[in-house]
Every structure is written in structure tokens, then in C-alpha cells.
């Protein structure tokens, strides 16, 4: 495979698929991302490990984690809110884990049903289960601190809270700590500081940016972090996604356009566009009517364009 | 008036109206421009000086400049791709000039019916002929060199080509040179690259940034403007726009978006969002049906918000 310099990390199965009512069959789901994985993407959070009776969209995510643990080229995340998650995740297959603690105590309560603190003492159980384990069954541990620059709820977050949290998560034993603009209310400017502080203090064990495009600027809070030093970025196709216990918070960035950006600037996604645009084709087979979004593939690749990836093509 | 950091430069009833083929009435346009100055708007483009056969959204031009140039708060720009047309602007009372002038040939001749050549020596021209005119009434000449980025006629454009250009305008006697994205080809790294090789060479004279958001990357571009020290950074509001000449180019960034992001910031714009959201009702009323754009207006703003500038009203 050839190198990268950012990873852009898919996360429409999961969080585009959970935000919306209507259920993708699971066959559905295991074609789109099969299709994304042949595109060149090389890791997608493919499900949340959530009782099915909060979350029906997520019912079949065992199958989904084993469907796609079978494609070699892919690093499977799965999203677990607690140890069971992660125990059934893991049992499945599933190559590393998420796990969202949010910095908002009320946004905690209503997502997680838990405080920060629990969340957090939650992780700690995690790893030391995962310490537990027999080498071969090491997984990854993400953490991450949602809500992390704002909440429709309490408003302004605290900076030095949410650096505080990812540095106990980190001491919990998270191989990696991000940062989620859960509620779509980051800006450029505290985007880069936060990843910079977070950088500061954490060191390689800065994790992924998930930003969200609530008010337009998920685009630019993707640069921000980048310019912090930040080399994996969430994002979802055709931009479907939210958090349905944070109202008014709609819709991931759209991978094709970050990927578009990516490649247009030089850095190398591994990611072929124009095969990663197909792939919408299966979203819209799947689940008729639903809306998409992205700029990119209306609009279409710029004339003459050289992507920084090797697509294995020639070019006019 | 309080000062400000980064000028946004409303280009919406030049821009905006002109990509459209429906006609807003003149009293409508007057309205929208009154209530855009009365929410903090400082410059705004208002029209272009081209003939009423080519684009009957702008054969009130005149008459639109008189009306906008009662407004005292407010800095006045007109479009003119002429001489002819530069007379007919400073007539009716503009302030300054905004010259376009293609880096591609082919949209030169398309847009302009001129070479690039013949653009330039039509600038020299116009500053011949504001040089000839007693002091009281000069005006400011913004030349923009169109196409800077990329042409969806002729693909990638040269760099230095561009760079050469905005040198020679600036000889040639033009206040500033900006920048345009006419196709929605930039990418971030692209612009921080150009404007600060203008910045270099141009020292002051460098002028603002006209971005398009056809693949999403428009606020994303409109960051790393700012980030190479770019301080004018034109704006559609609703994102209405584009270039009738350029095929596929939709829209201007987002006015809403990009001033709730440099407010967020902390980067003074002297606009009150609040008011800047209550004038969409007013394209609304003129234009019944008309799509908007711009994700702020449909979000809000974030809870707790502070805006960088004076709002002139207490925040709860």
C-alpha cells in the first residue's frame, strides 16, 4: 500500500447511519463498505455497539464488524460506549475502538446516561480488561472527548477541562486521545489552539479530529487541525450524520470534499476520488430518496486536476 | 464606527444578482443594501457597468450607485470592464472601482471579449484618465486578476503568470490587486501560496480575496487568505452568485458563514449577525423562491456566543 500523510477516516456507517430513522440492511451496509475500502479507504468506524433498543440502525453490528473484518486493506473501528460494547466489538473482530466521553456534563448524561467522570472511570475498565488479554488479542483504544468545543446545552466549553480529560484518558491507558465538534460549534482559530495544547501534552498520542459541519466551517475546523499537526480526520460521506442527543448539530464533513482538499493541496489520502464518488451510488440504492451532500461531486474533479495519491491511472 | 480587522466585502447584488436570471426591482436592491450597511456592511459591490443587452440584472446600475452612495456608513464599488464603463460608475458616485482582468485567455475572451493584454492596457487606460481628473474627484481602482487559481476552459493556471499580472496592474497604477477564485478551482494551500507571493511583491497594493464555494473549500480558502495576511475577503449573502461565463462555477462563500466565523475567531468585522440574518427577508420578499444558502442561518447562533465585535447590546 502506498504511504499516506492523512488518514481519513470514514465514519457514515456509523455516525451518518445512526442520525438518520430510516435502517440500512446489512448486506447494504457491508457493500458500501467494501466499495469505500476499494476506493482506497483505509479505516471506517463501521458501527456503535448500543442496545438495539436505543439504536435499531445499529442492531447488526456484530455482522457489520465481521463483514468488514474480512477486507484485509481495513482498519475497522467500532464505537462502544461501555466495557460490554467493546467485549462484543472486539469479539467480532473489530481492530480498535472508540470511546466518546463527553466534556459536557449534560450532554454526558443525555448521550451516555453517565458523568464525565464515570465515562472516564468506564475507559479505565476498558484498558485494564484490555490488559488482561493474551497479546494476540491486543486491540486500540481511541478515546475521545466529545463536545470538546461547545455544547448545545451548556454552551462554552472549558478548554483546560477538555485537556485535563484527554490527558487522565490518556493516563487510563488510550493508545490515543481525539477531539469531537460533536455540536457543530467549533471555530479555526480554537480548533488550532486546542489541537496544539493537546499536541503539547500528549504527544503522539494526539488522535483524530471529528468535526462536524453544523455552521459551515467544518471544512476549515479540517485545516485548522491539520496546520495543528493533526493526521487523522473523520469525515462522512455525502456529509449524511449527527449526534441525535445534540439538537441542531447536523452532519459530519463530507469526505469527498476533505478528500478533494486533501488532494488538491498535495497530501496523499490514498484515496481515489472518482471511485470514492461511485460509492454514493450505494447510500442512494440503499436507502432511496435520502439526501447527500458534498460540493465535489456536483460540481466535479477541476480540469487537469493531479491528485497527490497514485490513483493507477493515467492522466490526460 | 468601531474598528475592524478583516473587511468583508458584500458582493451579493453585483455577484449574486447577475448569475440570476430573474431581475430584482431597484428599490429591492436599495433596501437590501441599506439593511446590509445597517447591520455593519462596510463596502458592498453593487452592481456591474456592462450593458444592459449582456446583463439586464444591472441595467440600473446608475441609478443603484446613487442610492447606495446616500448611505455614509458605506464604501460603494461597481463593477466596470471599461473605460466607458468606469465614467458611468464615478458619474453616478461610486467610490472605487473593481477591474476584472482573466489570467486565462480563453475567459478573457468569453467574459470580456478582450485579451489579457488588452485587459491590462484598458487598466492603464482608466488610471490615465482618473490621473487627468481634479483631486476632489479621484476614486480608489481595485484591479482583480479573474481565473487566478484555474480555468474550467483551460485548466491550471500559472503562478507566475499571475503573479507577473498583478505586478503589471499594480505599475500600471491600480490601489490594490486581489484575487479571484471565478471557477471555485482554489485549494487552501494554493491561496496562502499566491497571496503571499502577491504579499511580497505587492507590499500594500495587495487586495482582497473572491472566493467561490463550487467544491466546498470556499471558507476553508477564505482561512488561509486570511492566514496569509489577507484583510478584504469579498462575500455573497445566501451565497447567491457565481460567474454567468464560467460553466459549473456556482456561488460566492457564504456572507453568514464567513463573518460567524471571523467573529468567532475574535477577528472584528464591525457586522451584527443578528441583522445581517433578518436581510435575507429581504431577497426573500424580492425574489420569492430564490434558493439561499449558508449554513448560520439555519443553525444559529452557537449558545453563549460572543461575537468579536461590538453588537451594541448586552449578551445574556
Redesign the interface.
Known sequence: MQEIDVLVSEVGPRDGLQSISRIMRTADKLRWISALAAAGVREIEVCSFVPASLLPQMADAAEVVRGAAEIASLRVLALAPNLKGVQAAIAAGANAVTLPVSASRSHSQSNLRKSPEEAMDEVGRICAWRGSLAGGQRFVVEANVATAF???????VSEDLVIRMALRLARLGADAVGLSDT???A????VRRLFSRLRQELGNKVGGAHLH?????G??N???ALEAGVTTLDASQGGIGGCPHAP?A?GNI?TE?LV??LE???LRTGINIKKLIDARQIILEALPGEPLY???PD??L???FRPASDWGETHE
Open positions: 461547545g455544547c448545545t446545552m451548556e454552551g462554552p455540536t457543530g460549534y471555530n479555526p482559530a480554537q459541519n453544523t455552521r459551515g466551517l471544512i476549515a479540517a485545516l485548522a441542531g447536523t463530507v470534499d478533494f482538499m488538491a493541496m498535495g458534498g460540493h465535489l460540481a466535479g477541476t480540469k487537469g
